[in-house]
């Protein structure tokens, strides 16, 4: 499957906070909790870096699940946040996030 | 619970201050006549002072971000602080009398993505708005921005402040705010001077206006819930915290000051001598304010409104001693349900009613 990259919305606030991560999306103040394997995902969000290598390097390591159940995971979450206009998914490597 | 109240005690927990309203100055193009700040520049912090300040609350996990004044679009530099704010990921309220947003300034509001732009109103009549803030056609030119800001689909939010001025044009507001489209927020407490002066207050409503308010429908809901005696705190409420200042919340002086909240002006710091840090986690100050619970609270704690009372405690501290009460909020309490507070009954204080029928009652102590 080919890698996919994720990048933050500029649509957003957010915060973490302890080990969960609070975002608010500025179109409509919809609130999202991410908990700590999110958070470790949704930090990791540069855009210029694949998520099956975020996965590998900050989720399987921390969180003890097999690569492949974690990057199923992953990838449903992904595409949820990016449902809700907070995430961008990618097929190429972003070269920065956009701007306001 | 809420995913934000969930939030607001985890931050409690780990004392992160999630709140933080930042007046980026304090001079203003409006004189209003119950404004609590002076409008004197006093060495307000540069642009660069402001960015750092603002990476040091989004490194302590500020969230929530009230950019105040003053006036601040009175600073050349206050959409460079907002878009900095916001690539900082703050969630960006703006509070501000709008008299300067043109099309431009509320088209770059809403690509920034400012949460919410906060505006008081004082009348839907001009006379009566322009003699409260003194400055002419202040009505029109605010209203006129509010349209810009809706038609850029920036969310806007209408302060009433309710005032002897002012007095019985709330309906009016309210139905302006339901024209323009945006929300409407009363507020019957006027704040004393920043300075300790109180002569302001007077020009507060008197109790049995503030009463036939707080019995409206139209601006509480359900009178009878809302005006429904309730029974002590439990146990978990008087081990709790009265108020989010100094806890959760921050307030930040275009000079540089750290108080708790806006309304609660105890000194606990100077961000250009200290870092916001050392003055959040070690001022001698917050970590007293912090150590203090309801239970402590030497009069409230007793009190028969102290399951529901918003006591302030800012308005105590201005008014002595911040394990007081604090007045306003025992005249909310008493007009809200006939019952004196536990500190209107021991001064004397609260204006007898016809036929209440009702008595707080407690045990001897």
Redesign the interface.
Known sequence: MADIYISQS?????????D?T?I?S??D?T???LNSVGTAIWSAADGATPLSKIVEERVCPEFEVSPEQALEDAQEFVEKLASHGILQISGAPVSHGAS? | MSLLLELNEKATALGVPLGAHLDITWRCNERCVHCYLDHDQKGEMTTDEIRGVLRQLADSGTLFLAISGGEPLLRRDCFEILEYARSLRFNVKLKTNAVMIGEEQAARIRQLGIEQVQISVYSHLPEIHDAITKLPGSLRRTTEAIRRLRAHGVRVSITNVLMKHNYGNARGVKRLAEELGVQFVIDPTITPMLSGDRSIMSLGISGAQLEEVLHTEEFVGDVNEYCAPVSSAEEDVLDGYSCSAGHTLAYISPFGDVFPCVAFPMPCGNLRQQSFREIWWHSPALTELRSVRVRDLHTCSHCGHNSYCSRCPGLAYMEGDYRGPSSPDCEKSYARTGIPSAAQLRSGTHAPRAATGLVQIQGLQ
């Open positions: 500029a649509e957003i606030a957010a915060r973490t906070v302890g969960e609070v608010i500025t179109l103040s609130v999202f909790m306001l």
